[in-house]
Structure formats: C-alpha cells, structure tokens
C-alpha cells in the first residue's frame, strides 16, 4: 500500500448510514467543500429532500439496487474507489473507470438494538446482519492512507473541520481507520455471541459456544495493585446507565486501579437499598453501611461501625451527595473518593479544599448489573450470571425456629442480609436499626468472621445485645449460633441447607435466638 503522508482532499464521498444522526450535516459541508456525493436507500432520500445534490449509488455503479437492498454496494466501482491505492492503481482504475472514493461514512444495521428483544425471532435477526456496510469500511480502512471512513456522527466535526483546511490528515484518516475496524469488530462480536448461543430451531443457550468481549480503554492508570504493575481502565462499549463504568469525575487526581476496584464494590452495596444509604468500604469490603432519613446520619453510622478501617476508604452514598454531609465527612476524615448518584454545587466547594480527594457522579441511581460476571483465571475466564436475587424461590425470610419474626426484626434482618451479600467469604455481618455494628469479613473459617466482627463492634464501642446477624452462607456447626448468643445476638438469618440444619436450629432454640433461612446462599470471592 502507497503511504500518502500528507492531508488529502475530499472530492467525492460515499454516505450509506443507518444512524442518520446529523447526517445531513456532514453533507451540507461535503457538498460546501465542492465534493461530489454518493449515496443509497433512506440515507439518499433524507439528503435529496433536505435540497443537497445526491447520486444514487444504483446510477453511479449502472447497476441497481436488487434483492430488497440486500445488493447495492457490493460492485467493483464502489469497492474499486475505496481500496485502489493511490499513486499506484490509478492506471486500472482510469482503465476501468473507477474514480476515487476519498471518504466513506457508514454505520450498521442496528443488529444490537434489534436482538436485545428477547422475542426477536432468528429471522430478524438475520435480516439485520449487514454485508456490504462491513465489507466498505474495511475497504476504506484497509486503505486509509488515501481514505477517510467514518463510523459515528461524534466525528463528523473533525472531518468537517478538515474539509475547511487542507484536507484529512494522516492522523485523522489512522484514527478513523482504527474506529472502523472496532465497529467492525464489535459488530460481528454481537453477531457471533447472538447466534452461539441459540440453535436453528430458536433454543437458547445460557452461554455462547464463543464469547466475544468488546471493551474500549478509558484510562490509563499509574499502576495497578502494586506500584510494580501496569494497569488500565476498559469500559463496555456501551456501560449501562446507573452502573459505575460510566462515573463523571467532578474533582480530584486521577483514579488509582484500587480505587477503582473498591468504589466499584462501594457503588454495588449501595444499590441494594431504598432508603438514604452510606457504604464506606476499605480493600473491597464494606466496613460500615447504614441507612437513615437523609444521608448525614447515615454517614454518621455508617463511620462508627469501624472508624479505624473507615480512615482512607471509598464512602458511596444513593442519593445526591448535598452539602451538610460533605461536611460532615470532611471535618471527621480522610477519605480517597466520594460517589454520588450527583453531587450538589454547594457540596461540591466543601470538597473542594480536598483537592486531591476524588468525588464521583454516576448519573441515573444506583442499577441492579445485567449480563455476566467474568473472572480471569489462568489462561481463561470463568463466567456466570450476575448474582442479581436477594432470596430464594420464596423471595422471603422463613422463620424456622421456635422464637418467631415480627415485622421490626424481619427489618433489621433484611438490612443484614443485604449489606452480608457484598462482603468477601466467609461474610459475617452484626446490625441493628439499619446500620452495621460489626463486620468478620474474607476469613477461611466462618468463626473467624463471627469473632472477628464480634472484636470490631467492641473496639468501636458498639454494644452487641439485641442484634442480628447475617452469615452469607450456612453455618456447617452448631459453634456460629453459639458464638452469636455469646455475643447477645438476638436473631440469625443465612441461607440454610446444610447436612446440620437440624442441630443448628436445635442450638438456636436453646438460646432462644430467632433464625431465618433465605434459600439461598451468596458467596462472594
């Protein structure tokens, strides 16, 4: 392929598009600039009744569109303009009278949004896989040293900037090639994964033969968990709103890797709750979380769970982060990051005189995560389904023992559970009245973990009489229960389903501990 390393100019152009999002934009200055366009189907019918001169691709190519548009581009003198290189082929291209297509801008039928539907047919499906745009924009990008493609309307402004100067520079048209061959590639990623994972017949599968990830780097961090590490932040190509990937930093220096790993498990304990919540976390636990009538009193209980573990942490509110609050957290600690669903502007100055501290918005609440987990492994990556339920198949707490449940402990043991969901194997959580008192987190005995948040609420002055406890699984001995009542646990809920079911209900009747089983278990590596 000739290299032409210099700006080149647009005389004709090719615009096939199925986002005709500010299309006629483009146009309008691609037509200002003298070029002459090309152009197919809807897209060509939008620019003609908009009053700019078009050439139907079926009268340039003398061949028409055929087969409901299934054959319109797929011609020599379409794909000839696009890959003959320039200062090399031009003499068969005269030969076979093939001018030069200097930029294409095409996108692709919308076979994402169409098969999101879980009643799409296979049929539709199909009729949505795009042959001819995929084949033009690895032509244009195959030969961007005399080509510009473009895939998306957020480029048009610096192509149009380009026409108004010497032409597209070499940057740009590599840049854009770049952009073509992902959009090209995330394409037929959907398209591979979609069909994997369904038969001929319609059956779906849980899990494609072949998956195929499509991630887009946002940043480049300083080093990952260990100053000795090389790290990177990749994001969906598309992050669903309310999920922390598509954060908005108001303030602060850039994100660490760690940061990010414990704001993201902050922001996730945040969403499992309704009511005004604060989760502080510290290496990917949650060491406090409260909820209350508005967000300072929870901060304040969330804080007194464990203030020592507290010093340096990510503190994730679900509500708005507002100016009393901001204050609040200032005036009593240091913290690495603060998100927020939004941060108010009075807020915003009192953290402020933290330059360093880092305050994060993530637009549209808190979300339940969609699609799948991963986690790499040697060589592969595990993938299951997001751990979305709460409860099992009775979507309740069942009270299995002798001493019975009523509304206000079914409240407080709800609040565990749902703070236990979010705290490292094995997890165990004491609370009482919507905040946290103690938290055993990440140990290899379940024990462990009781004793361990049992030493937490003593060193932080919080007394254990009349609360609960939640254990993210079941307990394999009688020993927990006893441990609890020691403790002055007055109600246990866990998912129940162990071999000693039986003796571990028997304990709990001998302390007279209420206990409720949840039918399912939430581990959490």
């Known amino acids: 392929m000739t290299t032409v390393d210099r700006p080149i100019p647009v005389r004709r152009a090719l615009l096939s598009v199925s986002d005709k999002t500010d299309i006629e934009t483009l146009a309008r200055a691609l037509n200002d600039a003298g070029a002459e366009i090309l152009s197919t189907?809807?897209?060509?019918?939008?620019?003609?009744?908009?009053?700019?001169?078009?050439?139907?691709?079926?009268?340039?190519?003398?061949?028409?569109?055929?087969?409901?548009?299934?054959?319109?581009?797929?011609?020599?003198?379409?794909?000839?303009?696009?890959?003959?290189?320039?200062?090399?082929?031009?003499?068969?291209?005269?030969?076979?009278?093939?001018?030069?297509?200097?930029?294409?801008?095409?996108?692709?039928?919308?076979?994402?949004?169409?098969?999101?539907?879980?009643?799409?047919?296979?049929?539709?499906?199909?009729?949505?896989?795009?042959?001819?745009?995929?084949?033009?924009?690895?032509?244009?990008?195959?030969?961007?040293?005399?080509?510009?493609v473009v895939t998306d309307p957020s480029q048009y402004p610096a192509v149009i900037d380009a026409l108004g100067g010497e032409g597209l520079s070499v940057a740009l048209r590599y840049e854009l090639a770049v952009a073509a061959f992902n959009h090209v590639a995330r394409y037929d990623a959907a398209i591979s994964n979609h069909l994997s994972a369904r038969s001929a017949d319609g059956e779906r599968a849980d899990f494609p033969a072949q998956l195929n990830a499509h991630w887009q780097r946002?940043?480049?961090?300083?080093?990952?968990?260990?100053?000795?590490?090389?790290?990177?932040?990749?994001?969906?190509?598309?992050?669903?709103?309310?999920?922390?990937?598509?954060?908005?930093?108001?303030?602060?220096?850039?994100?660490?890797?760690?940061?990010?790993?414990?704001?993201?498990?902050?922001?996730?304990?945040?969403?499992?709750?309704?009511?005004?919540?604060?989760?502080?976390?510290?290496?990917?636990?949650?060491?406090?979380?409260?909820?209350?009538?508005?967000?300072?009193?929870?901060?304040?209980?969330?804080?007194?769970?464990?203030?020592?573990?507290?010093?340096?942490?990510?503190?994730?509110?679900?509500?708005?982060?507002?100016?009393?609050?901001?204050?609040?957290?200032?005036?009593?600690?240091?913290?690495?990051?603060?998100?927020?669903?939004?941060?108010?502007?009075?807020?915003?100055?009192?953290?402020?005189?933290?330059?360093?501290?880092?305050?994060?918005?993530i637009p549209h609440g808190p979300s339940t995560p969609g699609g799948w987990r991963l986690q790499p492994i040697g060589g592969g990556v595990l993938v299951q389904s997001q751990d979305a339920a709460l409860y099992g198949d009775d979507a309740s707490l069942r009270c299995v023992t002798e001493a019975a449940i009523d509304d206000s402990l079914r409240s407080d043991l709800d609040f565990v559970w749902r703070v236990a969901k979010h705290v490292k194997s094995n997890a165990i959580v004491y609370g009482r009245d919507g905040r946290t008192l103690g938290i055993g987190a990440g140990q290899m005995s379940r024990v462990d973990s009781a004793r361990i948040g049992v030493r937490k609420a003593t060193d932080a002055g919080l007394s254990l009489a009349g609360a609960v406890l939640a254990s993210d699984a079941f307990f394999p001995f009688r020993d927990g229960v006893d441990q609890a009542a020691e403790a002055g646990v007055r109600a246990i809920v866990q998912p129940g389903g162990s071999m000693r079911d039986d003796e571990v209900i028997a304990a709990a009747n001998e302390h007279g501990i209420a206990m409720a089983f949840t039918g399912m278990r939430h581990f959490r590596h």
């Open 41 to 148: 189907g809807g897209t060509a019918r939008l620019l003609t009744e908009a009053g700019i001169p078009v050439t139907e691709v079926g009268d340039y190519t003398g061949f028409p569109e055929i087969m409901a548009g299934r054959v319109k581009t797929l011609h020599p003198r379409v794909h000839g303009g696009l890959l003959g290189r320039r200062g090399e082929d031009e003499a068969v291209m005269a030969e076979q009278d093939i001018p030069p297509i200097d930029l294409l801008a095409v996108n692709l039928y919308p076979f994402e949004a169409v098969t999101a539907d879980p009643d799409c047919s296979l049929a539709t499906a199909i009729e949505h896989i795009d042959i001819g745009g995929p084949a033009m924009l690895r032509a244009a990008a195959k030969n961007h040293a005399g080509v510009g």
């Open 218 to 361: 946002v940043d480049t961090l300083r080093y990952g968990e260990n100053p000795h590490q090389q790290a990177a932040f990749y994001q969906e190509a598309a992050a669903p709103a309310g999920s922390f990937a598509s954060y908005r930093q108001c303030q602060g220096k850039a994100l660490s890797y760690n940061n990010l790993a414990d704001a993201d498990a902050a922001w996730a304990c945040a969403a499992a709750f309704e009511a005004p919540a604060c989760v502080i976390v510290k290496h990917a636990n949650p060491c406090g979380v409260a909820v209350a009538d508005s967000l300072e009193p929870a901060y304040q209980a969330a804080f007194a769970t464990d203030p020592t573990s507290a010093f340096g942490g990510i503190i994730a509110f679900n509500r708005p982060l507002d100016a009393a609050t901001a204050e609040a957290i200032i005036a009593r600690q240091f913290v690495e990051v603060i998100l927020a669903p939004a941060v108010a502007d009075e807020a915003l100055a009192i953290t402020g005189r933290k330059q360093n501290l880092r305050v994060l918005e």
